[in-house]
């Protein structure tokens, strides 16, 4: 049992938290778990595999939370029982999983995946890419928990104010693909603004849509100039 000690014990967490978990509150059963597997102490305890199960738990969270926001049930008083805010929460620990694998996702480990086969395969691809292969996944989570939360008439800013964060992450992890990313999500905003926004949103309200995108944009010009313009 010793070689495979890790794998028993998540296996049995993982049953634990399938049985006594709320479809609900998995997403943020699954968050903590990738949280506590990629904690130092965890990682001086068992294997350097641990790190590559804490990215899958991670993918998982975010998974769930994908399938219970396209199906969300009907909403009820009691707060535990509402998908808001628990989607919310989820969405919390999966971006304090992305601040903490700044400094506690090491690439030896993920590539000491103790190995070959899938859990070398992901380990290998997460060490080459790793801010990649972990933010895309929440950037869509976030993106379909505004649309399915706010309301029509501000979608348009809110996706815009996520384009605007990912060009300042492109700029702190200074990553092309990053700001090409939030470069087109950026302009997708523009075309919905004067396709969509201009026909159904109230006047007050269009203005400050309006508004809103316009000083995002020269907020990401303000990035560009500072960051990316001279020599790097």
Known sequence: LQPCFLEASLLGVAVTLLIEVTTLWRPVGWSLLAL???????????AARIQVYAVLMQ????????????????PSQQWSEQPGPIALLAIVLQVGFLVA????????????????????????????QPRRWLYYPECVAVA???????????????WAV?????????????????????????????????????????????????IGVGLLMLGMNTIYTRFWSGPR
């Open 59 to 74: 993918w998982l969270a975010v998974a769930t939370l994908l399938a219970n926001l396209s199906s969300l049930p009907s």
């Open 162 to 210: 996520e384009a605007f964060v990912i060009y300042g992450l492109s700029a702190v992890l200074r990553d092309d693909q990053f700001r090409s990313v939030a470069l087109v999500a950026m302009g997708a905003c523009l075309v919905r603004l004067v396709s969509i926004d201009l026909a159904q949103a109230d006047l007050g309200l269009r203005g400050l849509v309006f």
């Open 36 to 46: 506590v597997l990629l904690s130092p102490p965890l990682r001086r305890l068992f």
């Open 144 to 158: 379909l928990y505004l649309a399915l939360h706010y309301d029509r008439s501000l979608l348009t800013l809110l």
């Open 101 to 128: 694998s700044h400094r506690w996702l090491r690439d030896a480990d993920l590539r000491d995946a103790d190995g070959q086969g899938l859990l070398a395969w992901v380990g290998q691809r997460v060490a080459d």
